[in-house]
């Protein structure tokens, strides 16, 4: 018995050193995982630089993110596709405003001709917050959006979302 209980000893410091295989298995895992996924997204921009892609392709930015009542919002609409893209219709750039269920607000009209703007080309626009109307835009958060196609007809869209904060004039 005295030997049995020596043996039991020994098996016990000899396990305690060791690290389960299932744990060693999860942390081998999940450093190969990290690692993985660091070399796929260093690539991506960390600093909001515009990434230009093969195709039709549109961005769209505002100078921030929220706006006081009244102030004007100002826009710029990048084509970060490598083939030109044209703007049909009545809306000027393809600008529309809505809110955020859908409803539409404002439609940029087409007071001179926009377009077409060529690969890496951009433009500036500014939304006074108004409705098609012309009366004011209330608070809330809309969401901007510009539309244009290919001379192939591909589509390219483009939306980004702002908010007005304060009273309407």
Do not use: C, K
Request: positive net charge.
């Amino acid at each position: 018995m005295a030997h049995e209980g020596r043996r039991g000893r020994r098996r016990r410091r000899g396990r305690a050193g060791l690290i389960p295989p299932g744990l060693a298995v999860a942390v081998a895992a999940g450093v190969a995982a990290a690692a993985a996924l660091g070399l796929a997204l260093s690539p991506l921009p960390r600093d909001g630089a515009t990434v230009y892609v093969e195709g039709p392709s549109l961005s769209l930015a505002s100078e921030r993110p929220a706006y006081g009542a009244g102030e004007a919002v100002l826009l710029t609409l990048t084509n970060t596709g490598s083939v030109e893209i044209h703007f049909g219709g009545a809306s000027h750039y393809g600008l529309s405003v809505s809110r955020l269920d859908g409803a539409p607000v404002y439609g940029a009209p087409a007071r001179e001709a926009s377009g077409p703007l060529g690969p890496r080309e951009a433009v500036e626009i500014a939304w006074g917050q108004v409705r098609q109307d012309g009366t004011a835009a209330h608070p809330g958060t809309y969401r901007i959006s510009s539309e244009g196609a290919s001379a192939d007809g591909e589509a390219a869209r483009a939306s980004i979302t702002v908010d007005i904060h304060g009273r309407a004039h």
